[in-house]
């Protein structure tokens, strides 16, 4: 039964079933018919996997990244930053990178991230005569930063299921952040200045002013959730839900860009998008039960004690595992592989922070390695960009992604020193 | 046909809506919990509880409405590369698929909600709201799974007729 289980599991993922279903369906026979546990056991999965107070950040951070796009302010933060940066080499691109890291810390995740950058930005691209997949692989590549810069919703998943303050692991992700901000921009600089791309047009310094007048509200909202959380005055679901409450207010009396209609459309957007990643959690949580009853977290546990695998040494293995799934599965989808390594990341003393940021970076380089590159699909139909135009865009800074992956492994500090610092 | 299309259109606008009513209740609920601590100093224990409840009750009204619109995640690389003959009758073999999906969810969800009916539970933190109620979300997204696949079901099945008697 248990070969069976498995097969049934790696049939249906491959076949094209909905990846939830095949969790849930593979995990469901190996608990039933091989361990002899009642079938109501889906029921209780379905539903505790998901009742739980830090999962409950995931919709608020879902719908703040929503009204975010949709209230102008990730517009305003663009805005200002490309007035700074635009008038340098590639200062275009470099703005699209710069301002997906603002944006990450308003959004929360690449979508909105994507949403809000590229409105702006990839017209101006054209504009400068940036061919059109160099522009879509720019956007691609630094839209996936709102997964790494807190808060981010990947975290969030993350911490829940390996027992991980999501505070810490927010922290974490900050200094990886800004350093990714600058090694993605290198290219940038390198390919515009030997494809001479022109810069943004001069921006006068009234104009540039009132710009930043403009963004302070848009810059003050990280402030205020990061700040919250690490001066302890709110958890990160509660900063969740004083972010959207503050996007509600500035979007509709500040940049007066919010309705009725906008708030509603975001609000079911967001829970679309949050039912998306949820459902597919309880079938991961289902999966990794069925898994950790028939042992194969202890085998792997035993091979790496017994194999004297040192903690690096797992931790590149992990990488490279990761990456070749993320070519077949979404980041979301990649959480699965967690319940299973625990024990051994136990085992060998890996810092739970430290492999957060890594697993988070491994997602990013996974969503935009084909087959399944969701972030490139997404973008090629948000921007109207063949497919293969982007991937050939996106190369440089997914080369670049997978170096700094290695650094974040070779070098821990990147990750944890910050954490390790500021809680002690 | 017709009137499951039209029942379905009804619960797939109510389902789209409750989600968002609800997903705007747990911001207010949460942002009123903060406000209420630090202004009031009084944190109320019910708060936690319910809006994560209200999450999961999210998550199943738009369980089948995703379903429905295909945009749940999966490795659709072999779908995408067949020719449009397989196509079909793959996407109806993965419609049979969640049709048992939804029915082993809408019974083991109902079992368990019934024991839990039986056993009277109450959250220990919200005592006017009997868990079987909470709980019964599983076995209600199960259903809109099911009316949904159906849906899908009859529409493939439509199409492969169609496509049969064209081709001789």
């Known amino acids: 039964m248990l070969v069976f289980g498995t097969v049934v599991f790696a049939v249906l993922l491959v076949s094209g079933v909905p990846i939830f279903m095949a969790f849930a369906l593979g995990g469901l026979i190996i608990i039933t ?3 002899g546990l009642p079938l109501y056991n889906i029921g209780i999965f379905f539903f505790d996997s998901i009742d739980s107070w830090i999962m409950l950040a995931v919709p608020l951070f879902m719908l703040a990244g929503q009204l975010m796009v949709e209230s102008g302010m990730g517009k305003a933060l663009v805005d200002a930053l490309s007035g700074f940066i635009g008038r340098v080499p590639g200062g275009i691109a470099i703005s699209a990178i710069v301002a997906s890291a603002f944006v990450g810390a308003l959004a929360g995740q690449n979508l909105a991230v994507l949403g809000s950058v590229g409105v702006v930005l990839f017209p101006a691209m054209m504009a400068a005569k940036y061919d059109r997949g160099y522009s879509g692989g720019v956007l691609c590549a630094s839209s996936q930063l709102g997964f790494l810069i807190p808060p981010s919703v990947v975290f969030i998943i993350y911490g829940y299921l390996t027992q991980t303050s999501v505070a810490k692991l927010f922290i974490a992700g900050i ?3 800004i350093l990714l901000t600058v090694l993605l921009s290198i290219p940038a600089i390198i390919i515009a200045r030997r494809r001479q791309f022109p810069p943004m047009p001069r921006v006068s310094r009234q104009e540039q002013k009132s710009r930043i007048i403009r963004a302070i509200p848009s810059i003050m909202m990280p402030i205020i959730i990061l700040g919250g959380i690490y001066g302890g005055v709110f958890t990160p679901t509660e900063a969740a839900s004083v972010a959207c409450v503050y996007a509600l207010i500035i979007g509709a009396f500040v940049y007066r860009q919010l309705t009725w209609k906008t708030i509603w459309a975001s609000a079911i957007e967001a829970a679309r998008l949050t039912s998306i990643i949820l459902i597919l959690f309880c079938g991961v949580m289902l999966l990794g039960r069925a898994i950790n009853i028939i042992g194969l977290p202890q085998v792997i546990g035993n091979w790496v004690v017994s194999g004297g695998v040192t903690a690096t040494v797992f931790l590149v293995l992990l990488c490279v595992a990761f990456i070749v799934l993320g070519m077949i599965m979404d980041a979301f989808a990649m959480v699965a592989v967690l319940p299973v390594v625990m024990p051994a990341v136990q085992v060998l003393g890996v810092n739970t922070i430290h492999l957060g940021v890594i697993f988070v ?15 490139i699909y ?14 050939r865009g996106v190369l440089p800074f997914l080369v670049i992604m997978i170096i700094s992956l290695f650094i974040f492994v070779f070098i821990p500090d990147i990750a944890t020193w910050l954490p390790k610092t500021m809680f002690g | 046909m017709c009137k499951l299309a039209a029942v379905n259109r009804v619960i797939n606008t109510f389902c789209r809506c409750a989600a968002g009513a609800v997903i705007l209740i747990i911001m207010l609920l949460v942002f009123a919990e903060v406000i209420s601590r630090y202004i009031l100093g009084l944190s109320h224990e019910f708060v936690p509880a319910i809006s994560s409840w209200c999450m999961v009750w999210m998550t199943y009204f738009m369980l089948g409405v995703i379903h429905k619109a295909r945009q749940h995640i999966s490795i659709d690389i072999l779908p995408n590369r067949l020719p449009l003959q397989y196509r079909t009758p793959l996407l109806t073999l993965f419609d049979v ?7 082993l969810l809408c019974y083991g969800g109902t079992i368990y909600d019934l024991m839990v009916r039986q056993s009277d539970i109450y959250a220990v933190t919200v005592q006017f709201i009997p868990m079987w109620i909470v709980r019964i979300c599983v076995p209600l997204g199960g259903v809109f799974l099911a009316l949904f696949s159906c ?18």
Do not use: C, Q, W
Request: glycine share 4%.
């Open chain 2, 151 to 168: 849906e899908h079901l009859i529409n493939d099945a439509r199409y492969l007729i169609k496509r049969t008697k064209v081709e001789p």
């Open chain 1, 361 to 375: 970076v491994a997602s990013m380089i996974g969503t935009m390695t084909p087959p399944a590159a969701a972030a």
């Open chain 1, 33 to 35: 018919m091989h361990m």
């Open chain 2, 97 to 103: 698929i969640s049709l048992i999906f939804a029915i």
């Open chain 1, 378 to 391: 997404f973008t090629g139909s948000m921007f109207s960009i063949p497919t293969t135009e982007i991937i």
């Open chain 1, 175 to 177: 200094i990886p952040g």
